[in-house]
């Protein structure tokens, strides 16, 4: 198999346009996935187990009696850990160390402090610091197992302090995979169900008899999985609605180019939606990187995956220089940005949109997607602009802590009173005024 990758020029005229064509992404839902899936929330909100259990058997093949049925006992996530090669889980157990450790920077603490402005003697500001009570985990199951998904998603919340994390996971036909179980284990998940798509992202909104109703749910999911958060956001809180997996390197021809062919089929090999580009101010060595890219796919196990993806969404684009570059990066935002500069430094400054940068020649998106310590869910489709990785900060909500003294009150229920009545909110007025010393 050949593979097809555009070659674009940022000096060519339109350039722009063709750059915004080749990002767009239709992320809708069609009609029928979203009848589906409201039919489907419907379904588990008015019958709750027994909706799951028979959504369960019709799309995952698992005929069960009942709900009971589809919960995994701690044991068996214990024996998938023990049933585990030493090679498997002193890597599984290696990147759950790293993982747990750089998210435990993260962690917020309350905070308060005492107003020192003139009139404000005993008031007390500050902000509390709780974790979310519990959470839903999404895990996909089948042929899409992803342990790493598990760890990602799972530990940051568990370092957060939330007390109870539900997973659920489709076990198509009965089909479980052992790592996933085994990352479980390891991460401390507190109850696991073998249910997914759609209805399994009902019970966890709403609660089933079985399943308690979570605050949150996170991880990725199918086209249905997504529409069902999308519907159940506002109920409780969800993650992200992520898009296609999104790679961009930037290379100053100073790498080795079948490091860079790989590393944009890294990405391809996702998905045919997924998104692999190279800008790169060195002409000769983007012929070079064609030539790799020409030369590897026929190796690869999903090459025809690999090759539709490069051919609908992938791009080698000439730029000026890295300047420019930097200015093309910040416009895509994207999900995985790599750096394999010979001088990379002076540049992470220049970037302001990104999920994750990978800086300099070995630090491949690769790493980060298993074991670096950052968290692998990043955000997609340019919402890097204003979006960032999940976090222990996702698994953790503030709440103001306002103590007014009665000397505070003074000088705070004068404005609140001039402000309120402006808005012609007059019981709002009142109700500070009373407040003030010598107030009828």
């Given amino acids: 198999m050949s593979a097809q990758i555009r070659?674009?020029?940022?000096?060519?005229?339109?350039?722009?346009?063709?750059?915004?064509?080749?990002?767009?992404?239709?992320?809708?839902?069609?009609?029928?996935?979203?009848?589906?899936?409201?039919?489907?929330?419907?379904?588990?909100?008015?019958?709750?187990?027994?909706?799951?259990?028979?959504?369960?058997?019709?799309?995952?093949?698992?005929?069960v009696a009942d709900m009971a049925a589809l919960e995994l006992p701690r044991g068996e996530l214990e024996a998938a850990l023990a049933g585990l090669s030493a090679e498997q889980r002193q890597a599984l157990e290696a990147a759950a160390e790293r993982v747990r450790s750089y998210h435990a920077r993260q962690v917020q603490e309350s905070w308060q402090y005492e107003d020192q402005a003139p009139g404000m003697s005993g008031t007390r500001l500050g902000q509390k610091v709780t974790p979310l009570d519990r959470v839903g985990l999404y895990v996909p199951g089948g042929r899409a197992s992803y342990p790493s998904s598990v760890l990602m998603n799972a530990i940051p919340a568990k370092v957060a302090g939330v007390a109870e994390l539900i997973m659920v996971v489709p076990t198509p036909r009965g089909e479980k995979n052992p790592l996933v179980l085994a990352a479980a284990a390891i991460t401390g998940v507190d109850r696991v169900f073998t249910i997914g798509g759609a209805q399994a992202v009902a019970a966890l909104a709403y609660g089933t008899a079985t399943i308690p109703q979570v605050d949150k749910i996170v991880g990725p999911g199918n086209a249905y999985v997504a529409s069902a958060k999308r519907r159940v956001f506002g109920t409780v809180g969800i993650d992200m609605v992520a898009g296609p997996s999104e790679v961009l390197i930037i290379s100053d021809g100073s790498g080795n180019p079948d490091w860079v062919a790989m590393d944009l089929f890294a990405q391809a090999e996702h998905d045919d939606l997924a998104q692999s580009i190279l800008l790169c101010t060195d002409e000769a060595f983007i012929a070079r990187v064609e030539a790799s890219i020409a030369r590897l796919l026929p190796e690869m196990p999903r090459r025809e995956t690999i090759a539709i993806s490069l051919k609908n969404r992938g791009a080698l684009v000439l730029v000026r220089d890295l300047a420019e570059a930097c200015d093309i990066a910040n416009r895509i935002a994207p999900e995985h940005l790599e750096l394999p500069l010979a001088e990379p430094g002076p540049w992470v400054d220049r970037i302001r949109h990104a999920g994750a940068i990978f800086i300099g020649h070995h630090s491949v998106e690769a790493l980060g997607d298993y074991c670096a310590g950052p968290n692998h869910v990043l955000p997609t489709m340019r919402s890097a602009r204003f979006s960032s990785p999940l976090g222990v900060y996702d698994f953790q909500k503030r709440t103001s802590l306002i103590e007014v003294s009665e000397a505070g009150a003074q000088t705070l229920g004068r404005v609140a009173s001039i402000l309120a009545h402006g808005e012609g909110l007059q019981a709002h007025a009142r109700s500070a005024e009373m407040r003030l010393i010598g107030h009828d």
Avoid: K, N, Y
């Fill in 7 to 63: 070659r674009l020029s940022s000096a060519d005229g339109g350039f722009a346009a063709t750059l915004d064509a080749l990002l767009a992404f239709d992320g809708s839902t069609d009609a029928a996935i979203e009848q589906a899936v409201a039919d489907i929330l419907l379904a588990v909100r008015r019958d709750g187990d027994q909706a799951v259990v028979d959504f369960t058997r019709r799309f995952d093949h698992l005929d």
